[in-house]
């Protein structure tokens, strides 16, 4: 019926929004990349006695927005956002080039990861942390090129490893013992992580251990001329987190192989300025979640498209304004003398303002980081907020409290997939999925207890801030005094 016809598919967004969000007009993210309607309908005239952002507003309103930020790429990843090229992947977000993840934030070319936050290249992890290049690892904080491993902080090129800390070129240790390969897998055979007391009591010891460990005054590698944090493989950035292979920057959050570009989060862009969600793209100024696209400025969701204007869901565009085709003589006199207007009033050179953005700031991931949780002084700057009604009259049946599922794996059967748990210190229900289930069994590791936004919320709390700040310390081996990002009360 979708594909038949593009009045099934307005109707059905006409529903969708105006139970959601009033304002906006979603499709499906499938059907919005479709042929079944074309963003060139909402194609309007520049009038010149009103504002740029004002009428760029209106346009952003009419035009449909997908119901994810995903790329068409992504097969079987429904319920994922803000990420692209994914394959079998569930509540997966910010996260690109993976495959059969789970529960997982920053995930880059991974396969099999559940639980983890920020895993680069790694396959068959479990609940690892800002780690690059794992194999079949669990509870692995900072640590690289390391398999068939535990409890791992800040290690390197380790195999076979069981709680250790600033370890090197190891194997066969167990939380700081080396011991010999058979005498490592009999100890490691007697535990069972599977049961939720023994995984607690050697968690309470990984943090203990952690607590003493060394620390690097940053989370740099191979970063030269770098100021921020997270910069891997980068040079001349200033003032960048989370950049990998970016050179030449500034003012970055989360970019991959990035050039000469300032103020943007993006993949694979150049030349880019003021723009938020960058993919494939050159040129890109003062837009958001683009792919492809180059020469292109102050628009939206536009894709495979150049020299584009004030735009929203565009694709396989050029020479367009406010989604109007211009020839390219028409184009770019009418830029230059919009561009005029915009220098005039006060408006070129700036970011979409604060109100231009569709979602409450309350219910946006800001809040989730030290820094930005201040809802009032968010609101000083124009921030949007609205109270969040949700339903709860709905009645669910076979719930269970969670002290009822079985403490060990080995004890859970198939029927817990038909109950719904109910996580009484998060006051919300949740459901374990058959892959969830299957994948905890194959890591020998018990079911969560707690809702997964709960198990997200604290893995942001454990990266901490997203404010780039550095705090002079001294180090407690040789008394040099150098800067850090931990305060000296850490």
């Not at 003062?286 to 102050?298: D, H, I, M, V």
């Not at 609101?379 to 076979?398: A, C, P």
């Not at 454990?462 to 700040?469: A, P, V």
């Amino acid at each position: 019926e979708a594909q038949a016809s593009s009045a099934p598919i307005q109707r059905l967004a006409d529903k969708v929004s105006s139970y959601f969000v009033p304002a906006v007009k979603v499709y499906e993210h499938q059907v919005w990349f479709s042929d079944v309607w074309s963003p060139s309908e909402y194609a309007r005239n520049y009038d010149f006695s009103k504002s740029f952002f004002s009428q760029l507003t209106n346009l952003s309103l009419d035009v449909p927005r997908p119901n994810l930020i995903v790329g068409a790429t992504s097969v079987n990843s429904d319920y994922t956002n803000d990420s692209i090229n994914l394959k079998n992947c569930y509540l997966v977000f910010n996260s690109l080039d993976s495959e059969n993840c789970h529960y997982t934030l920053s995930a880059l070319r991974s396969r099999d990861c559940v639980d983890c936050f920020d895993v680069f290249d790694s396959t068959q992890c479990y609940e690892c942390f800002e780690s690059h290049e794992l194999y079949n690892c669990s509870y692995v904080d900072y640590s690289k090129n390391c398999l068939d491993s535990y409890f791992l902080y800040d290690c390197r090129n380790c195999t076979n490893c069981f709680g250790g800390v600033n370890l090197r070129h190891k194997k066969y240790i167990f939380f700081g013992e080396r011991l010999t390969k058979e005498a490592y897998e009999k100890k490691i055979a007697s535990i069972n992580l599977g049961d939720r007391n023994v995984l607690k009591e050697y968690l309470k010891k990984f943090e203990e251990m952690t607590n003493k460990a060394i620390h690097k005054p940053h989370h740099n590698e191979k970063a030269i001329n770098c100021f921020g944090d997270y910069n891997m493989s980068s040079r001349e950035c200033y003032s960048c987190l989370f950049a990998e292979k970016t050179e030449k920057s500034a003012y970055i959050i989360g970019s991959v192989d990035v050039r000469d570009s300032q103020d943007i989060t993006g993949v694979s862009s150049e030349l880019s300025y003021m723009t938020s969600g960058a993919f494939n793209s050159y040129k890109a100024l003062f837009s958001a979640n683009l792919e492809g696209c180059r020469e292109t400025e102050y628009s939206i969701l536009c894709g495979n498209s150049h020299d584009v204007f004030g735009c929203v869901g565009l694709l396989n565009k050029s020479f367009c304004i406010f989604n109007k085709q211009y020839t390219e003589e028409e184009y770019w006199e009418m830029v230059d003398k919009i561009k005029t207007k915009m220098m005039q009033d006060g408006e070129y050179g700036e970011f979409f303002p604060p109100d231009f953005s569709p979602f409450p700031y309350n219910i946006s991931i800001s809040g989730s980081y030290k820094g930005y949780e201040d809802f009032e002084n968010a609101k000083k700057y124009g921030y949007k907020f609205e109270d969040i009604h949700t339903k709860t009259d709905t009645i669910v049946e076979n719930v269970i409290d969670v002290e009822e599922v079985p403490a060990d794996i080995k004890d859970v059967s198939d029927d817990i997939l038909n109950k719904t748990i109910f996580d009484k210190k998060n006051n919300k229900k949740f459901r374990y999925t058959k892959i969830e289930l299957d994948l905890h069994r194959k890591f020998n590791m018990p079911l969560p207890l707690e809702h997964f936004t709960a198990r997200l919320d604290r893995k942001r709390a454990k990266f901490g801030s997203i404010l780039i700040q550095f705090f002079r310390r001294t180090c407690s081996k040789c008394g040099i005094s150098f800067e850090a990002v931990y305060p000296p009360e850490d």
